[in-house]
């Protein structure tokens, strides 16, 4: 059949309904880089032609390289497109990246815009638990940013200032979960859980719990997993905030966006509100020349002081790459007064994280401890894509010889050798705050993490 | 998210100083819509601003400066990304064409300033600076260029009192400190200097210029490197045309004086002579790399360090003493083996000087091409070694014109890794 269609497009290379056609039997017979190939030339003769947009995230998906579709599907998902498909796809993606909240808007969104494109395999891995009854007609609807992508909220929700788009969650994990960083959660239990498993302790010295806590360091350390974690371990309400849900160009409704969201945590107590860059939020007021900004730190200063003991049970958890740029109001005691610093994960940590990444997927006997200790100052998106480039080695071999062929070690450890960790800018940066505007002892782990004597 | 959304989320984001995020939603935005100069514009804003990404802006700004040719903003981005690059030359005519339509903006100014500054042209930069400082006596750029102008006029008191001035105004801003210690390097005061690059570094950690004021300072402990250092600031206080005038000179002098001392029966002096010429060309080039080697003794210092740096110091500080190694048994020894010692010691500080321009080079491929005329010359110093140990005994003839070869090499790469063909991408 592609052989026959192949010869067809020799004569007719410009021909879409025929590229389309070839692209799907190269889909059936998963000659994947092809497929995405003729996407591509669909895509050149016809830039608007959503199927094959569709076709071309799809062709990168099924060859393994889920960053790179996760980030185009991003791209398309910013302009709305109303091709049931495409939200299809994109819960697809971001059930493989782990993104199980984004997953299922995505799948809802896609049933709104087509309800025959129901997937029930998809379904079955997305709500274990079954599918909650669809919510009669919905009325007009709005669109806002998750952290990968638009979701909708209900206007009328919107107009009683209720607010929905952050959504509560009982988080079933627990430390257990999190390989290696044992020093860290260590800590976390000292600081964070111990307190709010012993209120009465504290009431009698007069102390309040809950408050902030900043976990600071590199990006894709496990920041958000730790956050989510620790929720699990005191069986609180989690409510995670991106910085899109909050900030909004209008005046005063970046503020509004942020008060519903303490009073929903307040609402809900136990509840872990854990705040994504935080530092943009939070930013040092001598970098804001406008007064709209400085309005939006002083509602958040105001709201993590709040008075009459409101904030009681609610754990605030503020995550940033930038610690230098938050300003040093936020640290003072009663607001983000217990810090933490998240560095790349370890030797367990990185092993754990190898193991979860490889169990899907066709690799041979591996000594993954080995691997880890290559892969030193990895951060877990590091190690993501270094199993990108080995599985892109996998499946040319497999290409060539029409049948799976297993991940090797060799491809591994060569794949280790070219990814460089991306935390060494951060550290670069960090070095530099560490050094000589460490006069509070903020980055002391740094300096240790670093091996500096300070 | 629309267009808009993605235009007013990636300004919030320029506000909060997120580039990396401003970028993002400007390219979102430009994807819904190619053709925009506007959003283009942002787009390359935000990209220039993150670090070692100004090339990626410059083929932006390319692109930008076809759609909005005669766009005032647009060529003063332009200008000021090709400064960042050093292509000073190709970044004038931008910034004649934005001051002829807006001739008193401040920023636009001291980007000429700036063009001058690069070109070592200090007394313009004071005129400049002086201009912009009568209209905004409060702008920092200008202030900074006007004090580095004076400093480099060799009006130290000047620029001092000016610098002091400012500080008891404004005593926590980076900025001011940074240029008190630049002063207070040029007069000497290693441990004011210290003290303020470390302020200044407080206040603002991740300033370059602090952080290399600091390393200076640190290097200027040592004596023989504050001389150098004030031999640096006088040969910045001319114009490149005027520091290419006096190499020329001594390099004639060197070669027009032997004959006549030799002839005047001074045939010592003209040895000498020649001795300290080659020494003094080999101190200021290698004088900053071996400097850094002292502070890796300091258990402070040495974290002021990047990686290359301690590299390069290693290496080059490594030839360097060999070469003198290699020179003072030579001359102790005064014999016919004596000769080849300071042969091959002359060509180890040879590789130290010729090394100083490999790391120097922004070209990864001028780094192998230098390193390896180095490691050609470190053979050859070695055959001449074995000579002096009975374990070679090569031609004459050919020892000869080998010999003649790797110093000529020397000369002519002294002279070719410094070019812009040699050192920028």
């Known amino acids: ?454 | 998210m629309s267009e808009s959304s993605s235009i007013e989320y990636g300004r919030l984001m320029m506000q909060r100083h997120r580039w990396a995020d401003a970028e993002k939603h400007f390219r979102q935005a430009l994807e819904s819509d190619p053709n925009s100069a506007e959003i283009l514009y942002m787009l390359t804003y935000s990209i220039f601003l993150q670090e070692k990404r100004e090339k990626e802006a410059l083929s932006l700004s390319k692109s930008l400066l076809e759609l909005e040719p005669d766009e005032e903003h647009v060529q003063e981005l332009h200008a000021k990304i090709l400064l960042t690059l050093h292509r000073e030359n190709e970044a004038l005519p931008f910034l004649q064409s934005a001051l002829a339509l807006n001739p008193e903006d401040p920023d636009l100014l001291c980007s000429l300033a700036t063009y001058h500054q690069l070109r070592m042209e200090w007394k313009e930069v004071e005129q400049i600076a002086t201009q912009v400082l009568s209209l905004y006596p409060e702008h920092s750029q200008a202030l900074q260029l006007y004090n580095t102008a004076l400093r480099l006029q060799g009006k130290t008191n000047d620029s001092l009192e000016h610098a002091g001035q400012l500080l008891s105004r404004d005593a926590g801003n980076a900025h001011h400190h940074e240029m008190m210690g630049w002063n207070a390097l040029q007069t000497g005061d290693v441990k004011q200097a210290e003290l303020h690059f470390l302020e200044s570094l407080r206040i603002q950690p991740n300033s370059p210029y602090s952080r290399e004021g600091l390393k200076e300072a640190y290097r200027s402990r040592n004596p023989l490197y504050r001389l150098y250092f004030k031999h640096q600031m006088w040969m910045a206080s001319f114009t490149a045309k005027y520091q290419w005038m006096i190499i020329i000179g001594l390099l004639v002098l060197v070669r027009v004086l032997p004959p006549i001392l030799e002839d005047m029966g001074l045939g010592f002096l003209s040895t000498t002579l020649i001795y300290a010429y080659l020494g003094f060309i080999v101190w200021t080039y290698t004088c900053r790399p071996i400097g850094n080697i002292l502070l890796l003794f300091d258990t402070k210092a040495r974290h002021a360090l990047e990686r290359k740096e301690k590299i390069s110091s290693a290496i080059i500080t490594t030839l360097a003493l060999l070469g003198v190694w290699g020179m003072l048994g030579g001359l102790i020894s005064g014999s016919a083996p004596g000769l080849l010692y300071i042969m091959s010691g002359g060509l180890s500080l040879g590789c130290a000087f010729l090394m100083t321009f490999a790391f120097q080079s922004q070209k990864p491929l001028a780094f192998v091409f230098i390193s390896l005329h180095c490691i050609l010359l470190l053979l050859f110093a070695v055959a001449i070694l074995a000579v002096t140990l009975g374990l070679f005994l090569p031609d004459p003839e050919w020892f000869g014109s080998t010999y003649r070869f790797s110093r000529t090499s020397i000369l002519v790469g002294s002279i070719l890794y410094q070019t812009k063909w040699f050192q920028r991408e």
């Open chain 1, 1 to 454: 059949m592609r052989e026959s269609l192949k010869e067809a497009l020799n004569a007719s290379p410009d021909n879409i309904p025929l590229l389309v056609l070839y692209a799907h039997a190269c889909e059936e017979e998963l000659e994947f880089a092809e497929m995405q190939e003729t996407w591509e030339r669909v895509l050149q003769l016809d830039p608007g032609h959503e199927q094959a947009r569709c076709g071309l995230i799809q062709a990168l998906y099924l060859s393994g390289k889920v960053s790179e579709a996760s980030v185009r599907m991003q791209a398309w998902l910013s302009g709305e497109p109303r091709y049931a498909a495409a939200w299809l796809l994109a819960a697809r993606i971001a059930l493989a990246e782990e993104q199980k909240h984004e997953a299922r808007s995505y799948y809802e969104r896609a049933l709104d815009l087509d309800g025959n494109c129901r997937n029930e395999g998809l379904e079955k891995d997305i709500f274990p638990q079954g599918r909650p009854e669809a919510k009669p007609s919905e009325p007009e609807t709005e669109r806002r940013m998750t952290s990968f992508g638009p979701v909708s909220i209900r206007q009328d929700e919107e107009e009683e200032g209720e607010s929905s788009f952050s959504e509560l969650e009982r988080p079933q994990q627990s430390f257990a979960d999190v390989g290696g960083m044992e020093a860290l959660k260590e800590e976390i239990r000292m600081k964070v859980l111990y307190p709010l498993e012993n209120p009465q302790l504290f009431e009698a010295y007069g102390k309040k719990v809950g408050g902030g806590v900043l976990l600071y360091g590199p990006p894709g350390c496990g920041k958000t997993l730790i956050s989510r974690a620790t929720a699990g371990e005191i069986d609180a309400n989690f409510i995670s905030v991106s910085l899109h849900e909050v900030l909004d160009m209008w005046i005063g409704s970046s503020e509004k966006q942020l008060h519903a969201l303490f009073e929903m945590a307040r609402q809900h107590k136990p509840a872990v509100l854990f705040i994504d860059e935080v530092d943009a939020l939070a930013a040092d007021r001598r970098d804001m020349r406008q007064s709209g900004g400085r309005t939006l730190i002083n509602q958040f200063l105001a709201e993590m002081d709040s008075s009459n003991d409101a904030n009681d049970g609610v754990l605030i958890l503020g995550a940033t790459n930038s610690p230098w740029h938050i300003d040093p109001a936020f640290r003072r005691p009663g607001r983000f007064d217990r810090v933490l610093f998240v560095p790349p994960p370890d030797l367990e940590a990185r092993k754990a994280i190898l193991e979860i990444m490889v169990q899907d997927k066709p690799v041979e006997k591996l000594d993954l401890k080995s691997l880890a200790k290559l892969c030193k100052d990895f951060s877990g998106a590091d190690m993501k894509a270094l199993l990108d480039v080995a599985t892109e080695a996998a499946l040319s071999e497999a290409m060539k010889s029409g049948r799976v062929v297993p991940i090797t070690g060799k491809q591994l450890l060569k794949a280790a050798k070219q990814v460089k960790p991306s935390t060494s800018d951060w550290f670069a940066s960090a070095k530099n705050y560490a050094m000589y505007a460490n006069q509070s002892g903020l980055y002391d782990s740094v300096l240790e993490y670093m091996g500096i004597k300070g």
